[in-house]
């Protein structure tokens, strides 16, 4: 018999509604004793079986969702079949061709939480970040060396979430070679040398692609600043487009000196060393405000600011100051393209935080689109903090 939790009365509510959480305080009691990332049957206060999740006995979520099918079993095949649903479900991306480096598996939205599988090319780049995920390691790694051939898996399973789960930072190679140091990607017709190993999360944000093929658009002759830019995915595929310039501003001078080899892969005049500045963004923008310039198209796509409710206000200080300045160096009927990664700050806060941005700076803004997370990174409809990137595509008069 599975070790079981029985949730308090009316805490059954979220899991009816295909939520894949279950926070602590909704369970009542615990039958039997579960090992970390072991399977659990789910029952309601009136002991009604609703399936069947995996335990994580030191953080807050106490237990996350594999299946609402209290008769399925947990096992190989079970993994199986849900990373093959995943894969299939990457069929159109698969056969556009416009990139060889998409996200496989997206945790919740694909029905395997904690689990997330990037594709590089030949090499896939595995992130397990809860202890369900964790116990199942061997198996989902055998069952996608059978699923997708392939050169390598990589494992950068080093995100800070893990340390909620008790589980202490990995990474490694799980299956076949090492990847290279850096490995070749294509997207929407340019280059990217990405670095699996060291890069930011798995190595690249795949998560931006579809923004950067709208935004694109917009920089055909135009000055183009590029802020948090990373390893220069937005301003490059800008300067490919015929961009007039592109500034990019970055903290971290590894992240800028892979957007120079990045430009060189791509355009052959492009990496001059005033278009690669190494710095705090809120300095430089103000430095730029100081010094009166002014851009076409600004790009402001910034980090994660604060991971816990509480650090929510201080988000919002932070997105309005630099959308504020942002807004000061457009020239007249310039395009803002601005982000958040932050999962608490909402779309609709976002977009509030953005409009007192342009109050502040005096500046009327149409909206000609609202944006997201690219289609391989799918929310699940009952899961609504699966849509963590959002953000706003303006027009500045
Ligand atoms: N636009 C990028 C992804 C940006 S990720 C792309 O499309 O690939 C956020 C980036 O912000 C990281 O590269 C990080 O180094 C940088 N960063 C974080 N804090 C910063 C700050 N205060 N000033 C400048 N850059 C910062």
């Not at 390691?137 to 080093?158: F, N, Q």
């Not at 998560?207 to 995915?233: C, E, H, I, K, M």
């Not at 803002?336 to 779309?347: E, K, N």
Request: proline letters at 5%.
């Amino acid at each position: 018999m599975l070790p079981a939790i029985i949730l308090n009365q009316g805490r059954d509510y979220s899991v009816s509604r295909r939520h894949p959480w279950i926070f602590s305080g909704a369970i009542n009691r615990v039958e039997g004793t579960p090992e970390p990332g072991g399977t659990v049957a789910i029952r309601a206060a009136d002991g009604t079986p609703l399936g069947l999740a995996a335990w994580s006995p030191e953080s807050q979520i106490r237990a996350r969702v594999w299946s609402l099918d209290p008769a399925e079993t947990i096992d190989d095949a079970f993994f199986e079949r849900r990373l093959a649903a995943a894969i299939a479900g990457r069929s159109v991306l698969l056969a556009s061709d416009t990139t060889n480096a998409f996200r496989l598996v997206n945790a919740e939205a694909d029905g395997l939480p904690g689990v997330t599988v990037d594709r590089y090319d030949s090499h896939l780049v595995c992130q397990f970040t809860t202890t369900g995920a964790e116990r199942w390691k061997p198996a989902i790694v055998e069952s996608l060396t059978r699923l997708w051939p392939c050169a390598g898996i990589y494992e950068r399973s080093d995100a800070d979430v893990r340390k909620h789960e008790g589980l202490e930072p990995v990474r490694g190679c799980l299956a076949g070679a090492e990847p290279p140091e850096r490995i070749e990607i294509r997207e929407n017709g340019c280059r990217f040398l990405v670095d699996i190993r060291g890069g930011h999360k798995t190595g690249f944000y795949l998560d931006q692609r579809d923004n950067r093929a709208l935004v694109t658009p917009y920089t055909t002759s135009a000055d183009v600043l590029d802020v948090f830019s990373y390893t220069g995915a937005f301003g490059i595929m800008a300067r490919q487009a015929g961009a007039a310039s592109v500034t990019h501003i970055d903290l971290s001078s590894d992240a800028l000196a892979l957007a120079r080899e990045n430009t060189r892969l791509n355009v052959c005049d492009g990496d001059a060393d005033e278009n690669f500045i190494a710095g705090n963004t809120f300095e430089v923008l103000r430095t730029f405000r100081d010094s009166r310039r002014s851009f076409d198209v600004i790009v402001l796509d910034p980090p994660k600011f604060g991971d816990a409710r509480k650090h929510v206000m201080a988000a919002c200080r932070g997105y309005k100051d630099i959308n504020l300045l942002a807004l000061k160096l457009l020239r007249p009927g310039g395009i803002l393209a601005t982000f958040s990664c932050s999962g608490l700050v909402t779309p609709d806060l976002f977009h509030k935080v953005v409009a007192d941005a342009a109050v502040d700076a005096r500046r009327d803004v149409q909206v000609i689109r609202r944006l997201q997370q690219a289609s391989d990174h799918p929310e699940g409809l009952g899961f609504p903090e699966g849509l963590y990137l959002k953000g706003l595509l303006c027009r500045v008069s």
